[in-house]
């Protein structure tokens, strides 16, 4: 790996986090300069794990950007959201310690910030990305949000909590705050742009 002035970027490292959370929840991503924002909320959803089953968004610079789906069920007096298929990274300031915004549910209203590290000159043009560093598990989908996520954690993580076997029953009989696991997570990454990628609706076992 390279980095300097005398070899043209190829990539950019990410730092991802969702919002509202403490200890925080992110991962830190390379991601190929030439990828459209499409491909990278599909790196996003492998980051995290989620299941890719609600809308979401970019907030850029005070323009929105996803698909038009997204932009077909907005109300006449919703800002308007532009084509995620027509922008990459590279169109935008990638001058390092940029962050942007990243929302998947509009119903839970996970919101993530996209922090733009450092430009890479790799020897070869990367044709994936890769996850190479992160921490802890993403809550579980359809958990209601922030405040949703913290009743949860106090049910699944209390035994004697009257909710405890109910919540760990639904979160599909584990839940582990603190899992991260970097080999699997980089491996759903590299296949991100797979249409038959494997999403995990359950925590995977630990070991």
Known sequence: MMTGRFREFTAVQVRVSIDWIEPQIWRRLVVPLNFTLRDLHLVLQAAFGWMNA????????????????????????????????????????????????????????????????????????????????????????????????????????????????????????RFDPEWFDLALTNKDVERALHADLKRRSRQPKAG
């Open 54 to 173: 609600h809308l979401h968004e970019f907030e850029i610079g005070g323009l929105r950007y996803g698909e038009e789906l997204a932009d077909a069920e907005r109300g006449e007096d919703d800002p308007r959201s532009f084509d995620e298929m027509e922008v990459r990274p590279r169109d935008f300031s990638r001058k390092p310690g940029t962050s942007f915004r990243y929302v998947y549910d509009m119903g839970d209203n996970w919101e993530h910030t996209v922090c733009l590290e450092e430009l890479l000159a790799l020897e070869s043009a990367p044709k994936v990305a890769r996850c190479v560093e992160g921490a802890r598990a993403r809550p579980p989908e359809d958990v209601g949000g922030v405040s949703g996520y913290q009743e949860f954690l106090e049910a699944v993580l209390d035994r004697s909590h009257e909710e405890h076997r109910a919540m760990l029953r639904w979160a599909g009989g």
